[in-house]
Each structure stands twice: as C-alpha cells, then as structure tokens.
C-alpha cells in the first residue's frame, strides 16, 4: 500500500501554558479530501497551522511525501507543495489582484499560465485583475485567496474555514469550488464549522474537541450518525413514538 501523502503523528501545540492542540494524528491520502470539525477552541486551526510551518509542534510528527517537515519554516513548507488557505484570508489588501497572485508563486515557478488558468476558474477575478484586494467583496476577497493558493500548484491544499462571514449564497460558490477541485482529483483539508458543508465534500472526517480527535469515519456515514447529528449540525434525535 502507498504511503499516505501527509501523516501527521501525535501532535501537540500549546501556546504558553495553554494547550490547544493534544496529541492528535490523522494521515491524508493523494487525491483525497479531509475535513477536520469541531467547535471554536478545538484546535482545528492550530493544527493547520502546524502543518504550514506558522508554530512549531510541542511534540509529534509532520511527514509529507515521506519527509518529516516537522517545524520547518512556512516558506519551505511551501515550497515542498503544502499551501495553507488561511482563516480571514491573508490578502496583501494593497495590492492588486493580479499582483497576489503572483505573489502566490512567490515560493514556486514563475508561470504566467498558471495565473491565465487560475482566473479562468474564477472569472470575477479576471474582470477585477487591476482592482485593489481591499475593495472586493468578501466572497471575492475568498475566491482571491484560493485562487493565490492555487497559483503556486499546490500538491496539497489546506482551507482554514473558507466560509466564515459569508452570504449562504456565496457560501455555495465556495464549495462547488471545492467540489470541482475534488472532481479533478485536489488533495485537500478543510476545517470548516459549517459541518453540512464540509461533510458533504470530504470522503473522511475527524472530529475534534479540546485539542483531541473523538470520533473519525467516512464522512457520509458520520454525517448520517445521529450522535454526530445530534452533537455537530443541531438535529435534534428522531423520536421513537
């Protein structure tokens, strides 16, 4: 069997004396979508982070395509082909579209079509190439940011609650994104607290809470779970009477 294309093995990140994320391990397979659920303070972030190289793991390991990238900088992790979407963006807001994306290839080769095929996904973007990232909308200011990551020909795409302070409607452009990139066979994680969502375009799931993974399956069956229901998208037990 091949081995996974990101293992990430008992990894703690605490800031200070507060633990945030405790001895968690998940492992992600090419061309397979991951999401990673749970209430604010779960850990969820800290942990893409990690992987990114932003903080360095307590303990634990981080191996992508065989090499342990545990606690490299962020700019070598990108380069290795780990993108992190982060949560709120990370736009350069004074610059132009155009000119994040490139910077988007900041890390890899420069390839002007690559940044042609980019904004041909995300035609809003094309149309606003000369327009100043901070006067978008916040569903374009999203579609900026994943195309930017995009941009750099990711092996490895990671989400940081890509629909956080969006209109329902925008929200759903965001994840038929995401589907389409899953259909082209993307390797993506996604931390997401719209838990509908994210379970219905990941094919596993990992649930955390204070920091640990409490429950993990394939993510059409946690999402048919009335325990998970019940705990993680409010539906409230089907009555026996």
């Known amino acids: 069997m091949a081995a996974s294309l990101l293992e990430v093995r008992d990894v703690t990140v605490s800031y200070g004396k507060i633990r945030a994320v405790a001895g968690v391990s998940f492992s992600v397979e090419p061309g397979e979508v991951i999401a990673l659920l749970g209430a604010n303070g779960a850990g969820k972030t800290s942990l893409l982070r990690a992987v990114a190289g932003v903080v360095r793991p307590e303990r634990g390991r ?60 995300f035609p809003v973007l094309r149309q606003r190439r000369h327009q100043v990232a901070s006067t978008l909308s916040g569903g374009e200011q999203q579609m900026l940011a994943l195309a930017r990551a995009l941009a750099g020909r990711p092996r490895l795409l990671m989400l940081d609650e890509p629909s956080l302070g969006l209109a329902p409607l925008v929200v759903n452009q965001v994840f038929e994104v995401i589907a389409e990139l899953k259909r082209e066979g993307a ?52 009555s026996d009477v």
Do not use: C
């Not at 132009?96 to 079509?113: C, F, I, P, T």
């Not at 920091?211 to 325990?227: H, I, K």
């Open 62 to 121: 981080i191996v992508f395509d065989g090499t342990d990238v545990t606690g490299w900088a962020p700019y070598r992790v990108a380069r290795r082909g780990l993108r992190l979407v982060p949560e709120g963006r990370g736009l350069l807001t004074r610059m132009s579209v155009w000119e994040n994306l490139v910077m988007g290839q900041y890390a890899g080769k420069d390839h002007r079509a690559d940044l042609e095929a980019v904004m041909d996904r």
């Open 187 to 238: 390797t993506i994680v996604l931390v997401e607290q719209n838990a509908r969502k994210g379970l219905q375009v990941a094919d596993r799931a990992y649930i955390l809470e204070t920091g640990q993974v409490t429950v993990t399956g394939a993510a059409g069956e946690l999402a048919a779970g009335e325990a998970v229901q019940r705990a993680y998208l409010g539906v409230a037990p089907t």
